[in-house]
């Protein structure tokens, strides 16, 4: 620092302009040397921290979001300038979500044996966000008096289970865990992004505005089918050595275009997933055979695997970065605090009620309901009049943190039942083969 301001001082010196400028690029090289080396450094850490997960029972993102926060903290405590890492949060988080969410679709497989269980995590995922918005909207209302749009659209933030939490979270339990978690976390994130846009962009719920929504999905449908179509001939067609990258760019392109005319984008990402994860199933279809299957097929698992990689590296990337952002007097804020225990207390709470009435096992599916990167994503859409000074981030960062430490020890205490699922009738295999293992 103090070779920099004696350079910045001897630059009002002709005769020293020359050494300042040798010396300002060096120093610009070593900075971005160390930078690139630190941010290399954590990416394997990272990726250590992915693969102990499954052995520890813990969560990657905590150990990520830990990650994150001691950096920022020793960053602050050498005194070490670091540009602002804000703005890019919402970017990570959005391509994050996309991803994650195509990352869990290309993996379901749809037919007549999978509907029951998505019923039920469509059942499971919309239920409680009613339920939990109404009663948390009350809450608001009655503790500091905000109108009721205001009040709504500051709960809803909370409402929402974090696929980009979970998914990755479950990959050690049953067929049947998994992919019931993948259903109720991706049908959650689009429900509640739904259900968020409709409160924020209607200043008055009336016909009118229930028509605009109506006509809104139908034009997403219509877009999503027509989009996966002209992917999956693309991805068919192409036979450059470069195929992946431009779909990938092309369905963050759509889906940023969709949410500017405020459309559902998530579907658009869901149906495409869906269409690609299950070509088995549709090859039946005539229209079908113009795609060529078979090399789309090929094409679909290659696909996969980018995918999978591109997610790891923006997941990581936002929870590093949202970890470094953390503030330790938000995490230890005693007058949110209460607030923010008695969010997760009332989601386990209704979590518990509707897996009883779904008959679906309580250990671990009710810990399995973290708050996160959605969570972030739309409290931070949050603007204007619509804010409220006491739904603060710390409110926020306190729930997401106490939600998936909760979803930490219900995994880690976790003790999967080894049963003979072929011996179970079908009235009893329901309930029975959910505890099996894969």
């Not at 036979?239 to 369905?251: G, M």
């Not at 392109?253 to 500017?260: A, E, F, G, N, T």
Request: charge should be neutral.
């Amino acid at each position: 620092m103090i070779l920099l301001g004696y350079c910045v001082y001897s630059l009002k010196k002709e005769k020293y302009y020359f050494y300042f400028k040798i010396i300002s690029l060096y120093l610009f090289e070593m900075i971005t040397s160390q930078a690139v080396i630190v941010v290399c450094i954590l990416l394997l850490l990272a990726y250590i921290i992915d693969i102990s997960a499954k052995h520890t029972k813990i969560p990657s993102v905590i150990l990520l979001l830990a990650l994150g926060f001691g950096v920022g903290r020793l960053t602050q405590w050498l005194y070490i300038p670091v540009a602002d890492l804000e703005p890019i949060l919402p970017v990570l988080g959005t391509i994050g979500l996309i991803l994650i969410v195509l990352e869990g679709a290309l993996d379901l497989e749809l037919n007549n044996s999978k509907f029951p269980a998505i019923r039920l995590a469509l059942v499971n995922a919309l239920l409680p966000i009613l339920l939990l918005a109404a009663i948390i909207t009350t809450m608001f209302m009655f503790f500091w008096q905000l109108p009721l749009r205001v009040a709504l659209v500051n709960a809803i933030p909370f409402c929402v289970i974090s696929s980009a939490i979970a998914i990755p979270s479950v990959r050690g339990l049953s067929v049947f865990q998994r992919e019931f978690v993948i259903f109720e976390t991706s049908l959650s994130d689009i429900i509640g992004v739904l259900f968020f846009n409709f409160i924020l962009y209607n200043e008055v719920i009336d016909g009118h505005a229930f028509g605009h929504f109506g006509l809104q999905m139908l034009l997403i449908i219509v877009i999503s089918f027509l989009a996966v179509l002209c992917l999956s001939f693309l991805m068919a067609k192409l036979s450059h050595h470069v195929t992946y990258t431009p779909i990938l760019i092309l369905i963050i392109l759509i889906y940023y275009v969709s949410k500017i005319y405020h459309l559902p984008g998530l579907i658009f990402i869901l149906v495409f997933g869906l269409f690609l994860g299950n070509l088995d199933e549709i090859k039946k279809f005539r229209w079908v055979e113009k795609f060529n299957p078979a090399k789309l097929d090929a094409e679909v698992h290659k696909f996969k695997s980018i995918t999978l990689e591109a997610t790891f590296i923006v997941r990581v990337l936002f929870f590093m970065v949202f970890g470094f952002l953390l503030k330790p007097e938000e995490i230890i804020n005693l007058q949110t605090l209460p607030f923010a225990a008695g969010i997760v207390g009332l989601i386990l709470l209704i979590r518990y009620v509707s897996l009883r009435i779904s008959r679906l096992p309580i250990q671990p599916l009710l810990f399995i309901a973290p708050r996160g990167l959605i969570t972030i994503l739309l409290f931070i859409s949050i603007t204007g009049k619509l804010t409220s000074s006491h739904v603060t981030s710390a409110m926020i960062v306190q729930t997401v943190l106490l939600s998936v430490i909760i979803m930490m020890l219900g995994l880690m205490f976790y003790e999967p039942v080894e049963q003979n699922v072929g011996t179970v009738t079908n009235k009893e295999a329901r309930p029975n083969a959910h505890e099996a293992h894969e």
